[in-house]
């Protein structure tokens, strides 16, 4: 695992806006209803009848220089040496400090619990070898999940001859989701 | 970053593993239980995709794509992927229930299931007597058990099954039927060109078609040309959209196919060799140049001579799809016939990216009794009134006219599997008039359906994860075996089809024709598959596929038979003229709304494809009520703002929902979602929740198939 640094491709382009990973991730990780670990962001411009439309799926871009890790009081909010970042529940205080942080709101207050929770990369599955649940179920293949540490991997295949944006790189924070263009 | 010691890992970890479950009936599992991982085939709509429950505890955890169906792949939609909530649905069918008040009073008492065999067996008896075994009416929605259900109806003598094809894509298979003697799919994996018209693939049904098409339009720039009257997101990921004018679909084929033939650019080879009746076809379509069309569709002249162009040039690696959806209009039919023979021009038949005639796989069938065939005429008339259509899955608008006027002769009973007609058929309040009508109604279902909440029984069915159901054949360019195995035993007093229409019939002296259990049939139908141990290779891996890629041309071998009249392809069909139709598709225009009233143009979400899912809480998030689309001037011109609660009111029936203002929408037309504002509060998320479009839509049907015409509803709008 010392090895590895987890990223995310997200091909915007192929997002149908069908819900499939919304509904996948709220099964696999029993994320209650109201809140969500992704969504997916639309935008829909213009004028009858010259109309676009696009959908952007979102979600904890597992930072490599994470402002919710750095404004946790307590240090619940951590990074992995994998990359990933998560919320160890006991020692968060649910202060939402981190909500606040986070430039792409992928945290959420989960009141019956009175702490914070957000994406993991399903780090369940992936112990086990899988992808997260997001990535396996989409209908069109929008999400590309792996070791972007790994010269070799799918991911760094593709981001070797695609082009691609991350968002919101201003803040500093070194988001690890490659949006193709 | 902080430096993670191993204890603090192996925390978070189980932290992570922990399952704090929503559902379950409040039973938390251990994180330290058994994990089975059980292979079986999803329910939630016809596509029938192979899943993966995964189990703990006896609990489904979740439902994962099994990545060995070469169709679904590694995909499961968001319905796919909800599906588990219907186990654990507190408001879900849990005991047979028998009628305590007035017909939908909503009054129940809890029954064991012999006594719901025994009073249902009484009462159908009892119509039996009076009216005969056509007094009975059997009507079922696609499910892999529903077999069983028409084979009782077919044993108790009723002529009168009817089943959902005329509710959906009837008018298509028989308009297929005729010009090619079978119905194909489409392969946009490998087309070049592909013309969708009215066709709503990347919204409205996920499926392998939806799978297929986003990778070759993403992936190898595939050309994607969209009709519709709303932007749906299939326009908006289309290269090209025209918000063609509701209704004339057909007019711009014609002048496509008047393109291609005037500038001799069809398959000259494919079309003498394998169609007949081109010559008649080639003096029809003079009439329809693209100016004309311009006129009919509002989609520039020089437009559909381009794409007429483009299409034939892209030959055979271009296809105008035939759609998934129900038909529209009047002439929905002869519109899909038209779009047959474009595709039959340019030579596309059974070629690579083109259309491909079904691949079967044969199953073993086991024996059982036959029955004697039922002695009466259908109620329908499907042979006098739709000689050509497939009678055995009646035309079910024609039936419920017939039905409600007691001609040719009354049907007094109703038994009724896995479908809402309350919701299905347009035109609610002619439904409930049926529903009235009749001297006893039972409902299979695994929730409280607005029908069921008008039966006199309600048998509750285990849902698709507690139970076995009969292997099934997928056909198409990838075939497929699939079979359905229970991820956990019932958690209620439920039970499969097989074993409801068991005991009824048992009751009705029928039993004797159902003397089989599901494993039996399952052994005998996988018998035939070409592998060792067939049914347990099913058990293990919930499909089977015969190895190698897809093979095309097959039928044009010089010795291949088209099963039509001609044994080629029909482009002009002397057979629908014997039936009194037009050989050839003849363009007759649709009516117009008038200056106050527009067209209630139909449409679905693919979380919400039918009525039955939208009280699924991991869906009903995405749109808690449906709204009505109004374009911005419409909404101006009508007084409606952004949120209204405004009435919508057609010639059968009127609904209140709220407004969405939106410039995705033609001003001659409104839009609005299926499956809300319904009567069973058992259905609580969606009771009386938005508007339904059943309410609304009128009576009315394609000339030829029967199947339901759902766009010719005109309806005014006002703010309440």
Redesign the interface.
């Known amino acids: 695992m010392a090895d590895k640094r987890y990223a995310l491709i997200i091909?915007s382009?192929?997002c149908?806006?069908?819900?499939?990973c919304?509904?996948?991730c709220?099964?696999?990780n029993?994320v209650?209803?109201?809140h969500s670990r992704d969504w997916i962001g639309e935008e829909?411009r213009?004028?009858?009848?010259n109309?676009?439309?696009?959908?952007e799926p979102e979600q904890c871009h597992h930072c490599a220089n994470p402002s919710c890790?750095r404004v946790c009081p307590t240090?619940a909010s951590?990074?992995?040496?994998d990359g990933i970042v998560?919320v160890?529940?006991?020692d968060c205080i649910g202060c939402r400090y981190c909500i606040i942080a986070c430039p792409y709101n992928a945290r959420f207050f989960r009141e019956d619990?009175g702490l914070v929770e957000k994406c993991?990369f399903c780090?369940?599955r992936v112990?086990r070898g899988e992808t997260p649940?997001c990535v396996?179920?989409?209908?069109?293949?929008v999400r590309v999940f792996g070791d972007i540490g790994d010269a070799t991997s799918q991911l760094n295949q593709i981001l070797a001859r695609r082009e691609y944006r991350t968002r919101n790189p201003q803040t500093g924070n070194g988001p690890q989701i490659y949006y193709l263009i | 970053m902080p430096s993670l010691n191993r204890r603090r890992f192996v925390q978070i970890a189980a932290a992570g593993a922990a399952v704090t479950t929503q559902i379950g009936c409040g039973r938390k599992p251990s994180t330290l239980g058994q994990r089975a991982e059980i292979p079986t085939t999803c329910e939630l709509c016809p596509n029938k995709c192979s899943v993966i429950a995964v189990v703990e505890n006896g609990l489904i955890r979740k439902l994962n794509p099994n990545p060995e169906n070469p169709k679904s792949r590694g995909m499961l939609c968001a319905r796919g992927n909800a599906g588990m909530l219907q186990v654990y649905d507190p408001d879900r069918l849990k005991k047979p229930l028998i009628r305590a008040g007035a017909r939908g009073e909503g009054k129940w008492r809890e029954a064991t299931w012999d006594e719901a065999f025994d009073y249902t067996a009484k009462q159908l008896t009892a119509i039996k007597e009076k009216y005969g075994p056509q007094g009975v009416l059997w009507s079922s929605t696609e499910a892999f058990a529903e077999i069983f259900f028409k084979n009782l109806g077919l044993a108790f003598g009723s002529p009168n099954i009817v089943r959902h094809p005329t509710l959906c894509l009837a008018s298509v298979n028989l308009a297929y039927s005729i010009t090619f003697g079978t119905v194909p799919s489409f392969d946009l994996l490998n087309a070049n060109y592909v013309i969708m018209a009215g066709a709503n693939r990347f919204e409205a049904l996920v499926t392998p078609d939806t799978m297929d098409l986003i990778e070759s339009t993403m992936n190898r720039k595939t050309r994607l040309i969209c009709l519709d009257p709303r932007f749906t997101v299939t326009a908006a990921k289309a290269d090209e959209w025209y918000p063609v004018k509701p209704g004339t679909d057909m007019a711009f084929i014609l002048a496509m196919l008047h393109v291609i033939i005037g500038e001799n650019r069809h398959d000259k080879e494919f079309v003498t060799n394998y169609t007949q009746g081109f010559q008649q076809l080639a003096e029809h379509v003079k009439q329809y140049t693209p100016e004309w069309a311009e006129n009919e569709t509002e989609i520039p002249a020089k437009e559909i001579v381009r794409i007429a162009r483009e299409f034939s040039d892209a030959a055979p690696r271009a296809v105008f799809y035939a759609g998934r959806r129900s038909s529209w209009y009047q002439n929905d039919f002869q519109m899909r016939r038209a779009q047959a023979i474009l595709n039959a021009v340019i030579g596309n038949w059974d070629k690579q990216g083109g259309m491909v005639p079904n691949t079967k796989i044969a199953l073993g069938e086991i024996m059982f009794l036959p029955w004697d065939d039922p002695q009466a005429p259908r109620v329908d008339e499907m042979d006098q009134r739709f000689p050509l259509a497939a009678k055995g899955d009646g035309a079910y608008l024609a039936l419920r006219e017939n039905v409600l006027a007691g001609t040719p002769y009354p049907v007094k009973g109703w038994m009724i599997a896995k479908q809402d007609p309350l919701n299905a058929l347009p035109d609610q309040s002619k439904t409930l008039k049926m529903v009235e009508q009749m001297d006893f109604i039972g409902a299979i279902d695994i929730q409280m359906s607005d029908t069921a909440y008008y039966a006199d029984v309600v048998f509750p069915e285990s849902t698709y994860l507690e139970r076995w159901d009969p292997i099934e054949v997928m056909s198409g360019i990838w075939p497929a075996v699939v079979l359905r195995q229970p991820a956990i035993k019932p958690l209620h007093d439920t039970k499969p089809c097989l074993e409801i229409v068991q005991g009824i019939a048992k009751r009705l002296d029928l039993g004797m024709y159902f003397d089989y259990t599901i494993d039996q049939w399952n052994e005998a139908a996988a018998k035939e598959l070409p592998i060792e141990m067939p049914f347990e290779y099913l058990k293990k891996h919930g499909v089977f596929t015969p190895p190698g890629a897809p093979t095309y041309g097959a039928t044009l071998q010089p010795d291949h038979r088209f099963i039509t009249a001609s044994g080629k392809i029909d482009l002009y069909s002397e057979r629908i003229k014997e039936n009194g139709h037009d050989p050839l598709p003849v363009y007759r225009p649709p009516e117009q709304p008038p200056a106050n009233k527009f067209r209630l143009v139909i449409g679905r979400k693919a979380f919400y494809t039918h009525a039955n899912s939208t009280n699924n809480p991991w869906l009903h998030e995405f749109a808690p009520e449906n709204r009505l689309w109004i374009n911005p001037v419409s909404a101006k011109s009508a007084g409606v703002a952004e949120g209204d609660m405004v009435e919508v009111a057609s010639r059968v029936g009127s609904v209140r929902l709220r407004a969405r203002v939106t410039e995705e929408i033609r001003p001659d037309c409104v839009f609005m979602l299926h499956g809300f504002g319904k009567r069973s509060p058992a259905l609580k998320r969606v009771y009386k929740r938005g508007g339904s479009d059943a309410v609304l839509l009128e009576t009315a049907w394609d000339k030829v198939s029967g199947n339901a015409a759902m766009h010719e509803t005109f309806v005014r709008v006002w703010k309440v």
């Open positions: 091909d382009r192929k149908i806006n069908c819900k499939a919304v509904v996948a709220r099964a696999e029993r209650p209803l109201g829909h213009g004028v009858w009848p109309l676009s439309a696009s959908f890790v240090g951590f990074q992995r040496d998560l160890q529940e006991d619990k993991t780090m369940q112990r649940a396996e179920t989409c209908p069109s293949k």
